[in-house]
Every structure is written in C-alpha cells, then in structure tokens.
C-alpha cells in the first residue's frame, strides 16, 4: 500500500524558510508526478509545486522565485525549500503523488508564518 510521510513543517516568522520532505513508499514508482498543495481555512486546495520523474516542473505563480521543489527519485522523496515566507503562506500543506490513474495523498503538515 502507497504512503507518504511528511515532515518540516512548523512556526516560522515572515522572511524566514522551511523545508518540506515528503517521502514515498509501498509502491513502484517508475513514472510519477509529486507535489505540494496548500489549504488554508476557508479555501480551496491548490497548487504549490510538483516534479516529474522527468524533472519537469509547475510551480504557483504566489510561489515562483521563492519555493523550490526538488526530488530524490532513488529515494522516491520529494523536497519543497520554502524561502521568504509570508503570513500568507499559512496553511496545511499535503503531498501528492501521482500515478497513472491514481492519486494519493500525505496527512498533511502545518505551515504557519507569523508577521
């Protein structure tokens, strides 16, 4: 079975960074795509980042120049370099990982940036 294990987030003052690792397991992962969604209270889920085992990416546009995604794909883990953080910013942030026809998803981590 598919999972995926989260870490980094936290408390963090505006201006300063986090890194977000989300590593995957139980599966063959020989084509996929992963990546970051945020969702803040009252809102969608959307788009952060994500990577495909091509290198490939797509990164939000409220993001660009300051987030970084990245992945170890001999370590099917993925790494989001969070840098120059805003208050809005704030939100729990989950992992993705897509498969041909599935997608799958972490517990989510929190994110909070305090101006």
């Known amino acids: 079975q598919v999972q995926l294990v989260e870490s980094g987030g936290g408390l963090v003052q505006a201006g300063g960074s986090l890194r977000l690792s989300c590593a995957a397991s139980g599966g063959t992962f020989s084509f996929n795509v992963m990546g970051w969604y945020r969702q803040a209270p009252g809102s969608q889920r959307e788009l952060v980042a994500r990577i495909s085992t091509a290198g490939a990416t797509n990164i939000a546009d409220s993001v660009k120049g300051r987030f970084t995604i990245s992945r170890d794909s001999g370590k099917n883990t993925v790494y989001l370099q969070m840098n120059s953080l805003k208050p809005e910013d704030t939100a729990v942030y989950y992992c993705?990982?897509?498969?041909?026809?599935?997608?799958?998803w972490g517990q989510g981590t929190q994110v909070t940036v305090s101006s």
């Open positions: 993705n990982l897509y498969l041909p026809g599935r997608d799958y």
